[in-house]
Each structure stands twice: as structure tokens, then as C-alpha cells.
């Protein structure tokens, strides 16, 4: 709510009026910043927030047609994302791409900071381990849930896939994403 001077401050030009009428601005000001009590504004538009502020979003794709050939029993980098210091909430899906003749017993996908490394801590990876399995040509999806990654300086992360297959070839995509929580 505005706050009204009444009329008794001098005039307009007297150091008082002025006081108060700056006064009046700046308490206007904090009002549209802090929103009411534990409350932040949001954007009312399709903007981004700006790098180190709350809300900041990075993310990266790779595409079906640029997918990464995988190796037996072999972690492959997907793709990464560079964070800067903070707290930051991250998710990731990785999709497994088949031949039509490949079988295929696990499957696994993970959120690291460490470059073609699985991060298995609880949480931070979607591992399918199934009896040998033949789909025909066909993609699955493995998606690592939302984790936090409170980090001191900048570091890359990482979607992480492995796979443990036979027969033909396997290939996996996908996406990485990350917003700044505080």
C-alpha cells in the first residue's frame, strides 16, 4: 500500500516535502521487489533470469541423429553442462537407441560430475536390468531423477549412459538440465 504524506510537509521544494516524497518512492520501490512476506516476484513474461541469480537455467541436447555409439559395459558421456558456484537442482533423461537385432540386458544413466564416469549414489541414476532382451529398432527412455548439486566453483556435469548389450549396436541421446535454486 502507498504510503500518503499529508499536505503539512512545506512545499514542494522544501527539504522535508523532499524527504518524504523520496522517501515515499524508495518504500514503493521495496514493495514491488519483496512482494508481501516470505514471497519473491516472479516474471510475468517469457524472460530468462540472468546468469547467478535465482532461477537461471542451463540445460543441453543432444539429438537422435548426433546420439553417442556406446561400447559394452562402457560409460559414455551424453552431453554436459557447465555450472558456475552455487545450488543448483539438475535432471536428466538419457534414451538408449537400438539396432534391430541388438539384445540388451541393463541399462543405465546417471548425473556425474566426473567425465564418463557413473554416479550409482541413491538417486542420481536409473538402472534397467532386464533378461535378454530383443526390442527390434526402438528407443528407452532412462530418465535420473531431480537431484541437488551444491558445488564452490564452476564444474561440469554430466549425463552419464552405459549399456551392456550383444549382437549389433546401441547409441544413446538426451538431455541435461539445471536451474539455480540460490
Do not use: C, H
Not at 93 to 119: E, G, P, R
Request: charged fraction near 10%; glycine fraction near 8%.
Amino acid at each position: 500500500m502507498p504510503l500518503t504524506l499529508p499536505y503539512s510537509f512545506g512545499t514542494a521544494t522544501t527539504p522535508d516535502k523532499l524527504f518524504f516524497t523520496q522517501l515515499q518512492t524508495d518504500l514503493a520501490a521495496l514493495a514491488a521487489v519483496t512482494g508481501l512476506a516470505g514471497q519473491l516476484p516472479g516474471t510475468a513474461t517469457n524472460d530468462n533470469a540472468s546468469a547467478g541469480n535465482v532461477g537461471e537455467f542451463i540445460s543441453s541436447t543432444t539429438d537422435a541423429g548426433s546420439a553417442v555409439s556406446l561400447t559394452t559395459g562402457t560409460p559414455a558421456n551424453v552431453t554436459s553442462i557447465s555450472l558456475t558456484a552455487g545450488d543448483w537442482d539438475v535432471t536428466a533423461s538419457a534414451y538408449f537407441d537400438t539396432a534391430a537385432t541388438t539384445s540388451y540386458t541393463q541399462l543405465v544413466s546417471s548425473i556425474s560430475t566426473t567425465s564418463a564416469t557413473l554416479n550409482t549414489t541413491a538417486g542420481r541414476y536409473s538402472n534397467w536390468n532386464t533378461a535378454a532382451t530383443v526390442l527390434g529398432t526402438s528407443e528407452i527412455s532412462a530418465n535420473v531423477p531431480t537431484v541437488r548439486i551444491s558445488i564452490a566453483s564452476t564444474t561440469t556435469v554430466y549425463l552419464v549412459a552405459r549399456a551392456a548389450f550383444t549382437v549389433s549396436t546401441m547409441s544413446a541421446y538426451g538431455f541435461i538440465g539445471a536451474r539455480r535454486v540460490r
